[in-house]
């Protein structure tokens, strides 16, 4: 049902701290806290004796202590006291996954810990090149299937009727869509030409009167999306052209985590090429990016709600073109690692 072999985002790295938090990725119960050398650990948030969470325990030194017989397990898993008997079970060990601190994330590998290779993050092109800035990123609890959010930062069409007073503008409902698959994923993406500049964008960009405008959906294996936006004025943006040095770009990254079949945790950054030192401008991109997410939040909800209650047949689209491609690929690369695991 889910790649496992990837790093996906548990935590913004505020949340994870000297307490256990409980959390839940690909269905499974996870325990993690930071240890006193501030580097992460996750493990298995059930005791292998009656199952209770270890997050109900507590922790000593870098240990966690279960709460009802003591069985205590330090970060890699391995239970190191059982105060009841004179041995420690052999069995007595629990589940423990590969973490590692990265743009603010702490990120989790769900697959063979062999693979965890940190420098399989993925990577913000232009990271720390002058006039470039990131955000601090945020999230959200969204109650649907990450495959309907996968299909949401495929589709450049919404924006028309969801995102109205932030990404809309005049061409947006009907520029045709360009899907190409990349060894990674799937871009949808457009030019729109000799259009006003939506509200969201307006007081960000650097120019008057009408632009040119990309809208880059891509979504890479199994949930990144790369959302990248790029203004011109008119007349000097479009496909195949060498665009000004100073277009207005922008690119959010979407970090989705599946908890279950039903719940996604959903992290974002921001990252633009203007006004790097203007922090007003990074809180009001920031605002700007939560309020539409919010948007899409409501709305996939309530297809979760009404695509597992329908009564009616399936139907697409062709604006659907690209996140029925990204679903297939996926779907075939889970097929692939799962019969490589039975094998
Ligand atoms: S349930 Fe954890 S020690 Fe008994
Ligand atoms: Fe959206």
Redesign the pocket.
């Known amino acids: 049902m889910y790649l496992r072999n990837t790093w996906y985002a548990l935590a913004r790295r505020d949340e994870l701290g000297d307490s256990l938090s409980p959390f839940t990725v690909l269905s499974e119960r996870i325990v993690a806290f930071r240890r006193s050398d501030g580097t992460p650990a996750a493990i298995e948030d059930a005791?292998?004796?009656?199952?209770?969470p270890?997050s109900m325990?507590r922790r000593e030194g870098d240990t966690i202590v279960?709460?009802?017989?003591?069985?205590t397990f330090d970060g890699t898993g391995s239970c190191v006291a059982?105060p009841?008997q004179a041995m420690i079970p052999s069995t007595a060990k629990v589940k423990c996954y590969p973490l590692a601190d990265k743009w603010g994330l702490v990120w989790i590998w769900m697959g063979d810990p062999a693979g965890a290779d940190m420098a399989k993050i993925i990577a913000i092109d232009n990271h720390g090149s002058p006039g470039w800035t990131l955000t601090n990123g945020d999230s959200m609890v969204c109650g649907c299937n990450y495959l309907y959010l996968t299909d949401n930062l495929l589709d450049p069409s919404h924006v028309a009727w969801v995102h109205v007073t932030s990404f809309a503008a005049p061409g947006t409902e009907s520029t045709p869509l360009e899907v190409k698959a990349t060894d990674s994923g799937v871009v949808v993406s457009r030019w729109m030409l000799d259009r006003p500049v939506p509200p969201f964008y307006a007081p960000l960009v650097k120019f008057e009167g009408n632009c040119d405008r990309l809208q880059h959906y891509e979504v890479r294996y199994p949930a990144l999306g790369i959302n990248m936006s790029i203004y011109t004025p008119a007349g000097q943006g479009g496909a195949g052209k060498q665009l000004p040095a100073d277009a207005y770009r922008m690119v959010s990254y979407h970090f989705l985590t599946p908890v279950d079949d039903t719940t996604t945790r959903y992290f974002w950054l921001q990252h633009r090429n203007t006004d790097a030192d203007n922090a007003e401008i990074t809180a009001q991109v920031a605002a700007g990016a939560r309020r539409a997410f919010e948007e899409d939040r409501i709305i996939l909800e309530a297809v979760q709600k009404g695509m597992a209650a329908k009564t009616s047949p399936h139907l697409d689209l062709a604006l659907d073109a690209g996140a029925l491609r990204f679903r297939r690929n996926l779907q075939a690369l889970i097929d692939k690692e799962r019969a490589a695991a039975k094998s």
């Open positions: 005791c292998p004796h009656r199952k209770l270890l325990g279960c709460g009802y017989h003591g069985l059982a009841t």
